[in-house]
């Protein structure tokens, strides 16, 4: 099993390297995030701001928070340069002066993209070693996107998780299926491969009752609850909704859609579209 040694007094450093996602609003993150600082090590994330999320600098439950300007997220292939480039430039002046104030002993670098392996070079040649939380497949996530699977962005994906996985010395998966990718693809070694699964703090639930509201007096309630992305298929519940509500005449059931995310804007007045569209004759 790999080995990060401890860099001998003082606290472990630990600098976490999110992309798409800003903390703490990244659940996943955040609980590692908390995790470590419970642990007695010294965290520090780089993500990006938002506006729910604006500032540059701040430090919450004993996490430093720094944060960088984005772009929008990326729909076609020039603008995914422009994207992660930005993303990437910015992060590696940030983690640079993280550096320069203290001993980063681990990175821990959080799909996607598989380009953060980027940032962390410079911090591995000057002895760090680096974690690769495995969040999505990547190559798998461009083909759900559109690309077809021997065009350049999938075979630029799929090359920059090889990569990754090639210079992790643990990799962090959130299921068997994704451990297998990083067993076969990845070719990482069984013993540095942990399954690490997302769950929500179960103390917000304990006391929960549900909300009759919700269901606006229907039997079912088909609910999604996550991060609204293109990637994710929302249209096609959308679409779904229309056809059993009104192509099979079933009233008995509620659709509600919880979340954020680059694609909630769109969702929302897609929806909205659809439910005032006039109703197709037959």
């Not at 780089?46 to 928070?65: F, H, L, Q, S, W």
């Not at 079933?250 to 006039?278: H, N």
Request: glycine share 6%; aromatic share 8%; hydrophobic share 45%.
């Amino acid at each position: 099993m790999a080995r990060i040694r401890h860099p001998g007094t003082g606290p472990v450093h630990v600098l976490i390297l999110v992309q798409n996602l800003p903390v703490p609003f990244d659940r996943r993150v955040w609980q590692e995030a908390l995790a470590l600082v419970g642990a007695g090590h010294r965290v520090h994330v780089i993500c990006p701001a938002t506006k729910e999320y604006p500032k540059r600098r701040e430090i919450v439950d004993g996490v430093r928070i720094y944060r960088y300007s984005p772009v929008l997220e990326a729909r076609r292939s020039t603008a995914y340069l422009v994207e992660y480039g930005i993303a990437i430039l910015a992060q590696l002046r940030i983690a640079l002066t993280i550096r320069l104030r203290h001993r980063i002993s681990v990175v821990h670098v959080c799909n996607p993209p598989d380009l953060l392996f980027l940032v962390a070079l410079p911090l591995i040649a000057l002895g760090c070693r680096m974690v690769y939380d495995h969040h999505d497949a990547c190559p798998e996530l461009m083909m759900a996107k559109g690309y077809r699977e021997d065009s350049l962005l999938v075979r630029l994906a799929k090359l920059s998780e090889r990569l990754t996985y090639r210079l992790a010395v643990v990799s962090i998966e959130t299921n068997e299926s994704y451990r297998e990718i990083a067993l076969s693809r990845g070719r990482m070694a069984r013993d540095n491969v942990f399954i690490v699964r997302s769950a929500p703090a179960a103390s917000r639930f304990a006391s929960s009752r549900p909300d009759e509201r919700w269901r606006r007096g229907r039997k079912y309630l088909v609910a999604y609850v996550g991060v609204m992305g293109l990637q994710d298929g929302l249209d096609y519940l959308i679409d779904a909704a229309l056809i059993i509500i009104r192509e099979w005449g079933l009233r008995d059931v509620q659709f509600i859609l919880v979340g954020a995310g680059p694609e909630f804007s769109r969702l929302r007045d897609r929806a909205a579209e659809k439910i005032q569209a006039p109703r197709r004759p037959g």
